[in-house]
């Protein structure tokens, strides 16, 4: 090859317009990687909050189950008589109550000595 070949084919490998379109192409790939990436890392922590919001809601629907079972028995009049008895000491007339010791009045009698 001649001379002017060469310096032809040189030019053309580092002419400016490829340069600049490398340049453009490099940063306009750069951006679009930092924009997925930054879009994964979202997702990443809204599947997060979505797992805690989810526990949550389960136990606030377990609680709301159990409050609806307890109106339940609360629209009960027998249930109500026997946990006014139970908890209160309520009695019927004529009755006494006895009030045992528990397991942990005895344990915390032991401990006091």
């Known amino acids: 090859m ?8 040189r030019r053309l490998r580092f002419s400016p317009t490829r340069v600049i379109l490398s340049a453009i192409v490099f940063t306009i790939s750069g951006y679009l990687l930092f924009s997925v990436s930054k879009e994964v890392l979202t997702t990443i922590e809204l599947t997060k909050d979505l ?12 609680e709301t189950r159990d ?3 307890r109106i339940e028995k609360l629209n009960d009049p027998d249930y109500i008589k026997s946990f006014a008895r139970g ?3 309520i ?4 009755e006494q109550v006895f009030r045992l ?10 401990k006091d000595d």
């Open 101 to 110: 010791p528990s397991i942990i009045e005895k344990d915390n009698d032991k």
């Open 87 to 89: 908890e209160y000491s």
């Open 2 to 9: 001649d001379k002017e070949n060469i310096k032809k084919t």
């Open 67 to 69: 409050l609806k079972e």
């Open 91 to 94: 009695t019927k007339e004529g």
């Open 51 to 62: 797992q805690v919001y989810t526990k949550q809601l389960e136990t606030i629907e377990n």
